[in-house]
């Protein structure tokens, strides 16, 4: 990639999205919101030290939702033709016109809107060539098999590099904007032959390609996971203390979020009904949004809906502060919109007992005897009634200390009693799209086996 691939300012897609917003009024619209997006990358990947994949993008698209009072219709194109745009606004206004009327629908309140978005530094172009991001994920992958002759065979090593930009703006006065980066380096090791093959992997992924880690520790730390794997054991079925790594962790926090969603919540299909103002966790557990953090993959000074965003407290001392709302779920709950339409951004989870010492190695420690957990499988989790049952594979440990890897297990609870149960969050922080969290350990999960 030799040269930026925006071929548009923020100049001339605002003035797309007010020409946009301008024909929805013309053709009668009350009201109406439209995001315009411009972007490109380059991604490719290498397998066995030969290239298999050299893909380059450039992707550009216009949503436009209109509104009929509080009859609602969306159109999309990636034509910003003058042309396209008004045929673009007159089908999201058909739509809207023979749409059931929901008295939840329309856009935010004027003054939730965020008027002077700060900026956030969300954009670092990585203007690197296929040859150079051929290198790199050569280098990834060759550092995977140097570490030992049982590594064998390779799932590949992939660079992807991504740019964008983009513009939102409704007809309530709201427009803003930003470009955004994110890169990534990735590698996927197989160790050991036939039957007894075990694969693992590894990435880094950063908005700025700076902070990106190397790719000889990329590719080592990869090889390392798998060739830990080698000769699983199956466990019998027993209660046991569960503690999962950084990564899967944050797959909790997820799964807390979804819980506490205006959309599940409204739905009433949660496990975690009218839960604000109630005891999630132990009072030890602390979970803060904030939207804020420079150059972070989960900042925003908006959300999708142009509502400005803040820093706070969604658990304090264990007991939940706040959903995670957008516009039309607040409606439908009666309440106040988070700033959340999109998603979270930057959850952080956190615990008052953590002490420097709870690094990967102490948090064995902390668990003396049980299942470290670094691998899942499967979507065995009901939302509904909390009840959790996913495939998994990791190591047994006694004494604060791994004694082999186990394989061909279930690990099961119910997430509402999983939260309640929360003796330690790690010192091992690891951040994992938008979210943040060290190693969890659990006192006790139902375990599976043989």
């Known amino acids: ?49 030969k290239v298999e994949t050299i893909e380059q993008n450039r992707d550009k698209g216009i949503g436009i939702t209109v509104y009929v009072g509080q009859r609602r219709g969306n159109a999309s194109t990636s034509d910003f033709s003058t042309q396209a745009l008004r045929d673009t606004v007159d089908a999201a206004y058909n739509i809207a016109r023979f749409t059931a009327e929901d008295d939840c629908a329309g856009l935010a309140d004027a003054d939730m809107f965020e008027t002077s978005p700060r900026d956030l530094k969300l954009c670092y172009p990585w203007l690197i060539g296929a040859e150079d991001a051929i290198e790199i994920a050569t280098r990834t992958e060759a550092a995977a098999f140097a570490v030992d002759k049982r590594i064998t065979n390779s799932e590949g090593a992939s660079v992807h590099v991504q740019q964008s930009h983009f513009v939102s703006a409704n007809s309530r006065g709201f427009m803003g904007g930003y470009p955004i980066s994110r890169h990534t380096i990735s590698v996927a090791p197989i160790a050991g032959k036939g039957a007894k093959m075990q694969r693992d992997d590894w990435y ?35 209660k046991c203390p569960v503690l999962f790594e950084a990564p899967l962790a944050a797959g909790l926090l997820g799964s807390f979020v979804q819980a506490t969603s205006g959309g599940a919540l409204y739905r009433k299909s949660t496990f975690l009904p009218d839960s604000l103002g109630a005891q999630i966790f132990p009072e030890h557990v602390q979970i803060v949004e904030d939207p804020h953090i420079l150059g972070a993959v989960g900042s925003s000074p908006f959300d999708d809906e142009g509502v400005r965003t803040s820093r706070r407290d969604v658990v304090s001392n264990g007991v939940l502060q706040g959903y995670f709302l957008s516009s039309y779920s607040a409606r439908k709950l009666g309440m106040k919109t988070t700033g959340n339409a999109g998603g979270s951004h930057n959850l952080k989870l956190t615990s008052s007992l953590t002490k420097r010492s709870d690094n990967f190695a102490g948090m064995l420690k902390k668990m003396g005897t049980g299942l470290l957990v670094t691998e899942l499988m499967g979507q065995g989790v009901n939302y509904v009634t909390g009840d959790y049952s996913r495939g ?42 938008t979210k943040e969290t060290g190693s969890i350990l659990l006192e006790s999960m139902m375990v599976a086996g043989s």
Do not use: C
């Not at 946009?20 to 439209?34: I, N, R």
């Not at 700025?208 to 590719?219: H, R, S, T």
């Not at 082999?404 to 119910?414: D, F, K, Q, R």
């Open 1 to 49: 990639m030799s040269k930026p691939v925006f071929t548009h300012t923020q100049d001339q897609l605002q003035q797309i999205a007010q020409d946009m917003l301008l024909f929805a009024k013309e053709k009668g619209a009350s009201d109406a919101a439209v995001e315009i997006s411009e972007g490109g990358g380059l991604s490719i990947s290498v397998r066995k030290g």
């Open 204 to 238: 880094s992924s950063q908005r700025n390609p700076k902070k990106l880690a190397k790719p000889e520790d990329i590719g080592r730390y990869a090889a390392e996971r798998a060739l830990a794997r080698l000769n699983g054991r199956k466990l019998d079925t027993r």
């Open 392 to 433: 998994a594979s990791g190591y047994w440990v006694e004494n604060g200390v791994i004694q082999y890897p186990v394989e061909e297990i279930t690990i099961a609870g119910n997430m509402r009693e999983m939260f309640k149960q929360i003796v330690a969050i790690g010192a091992d922080s690891l951040i994992r799209g």
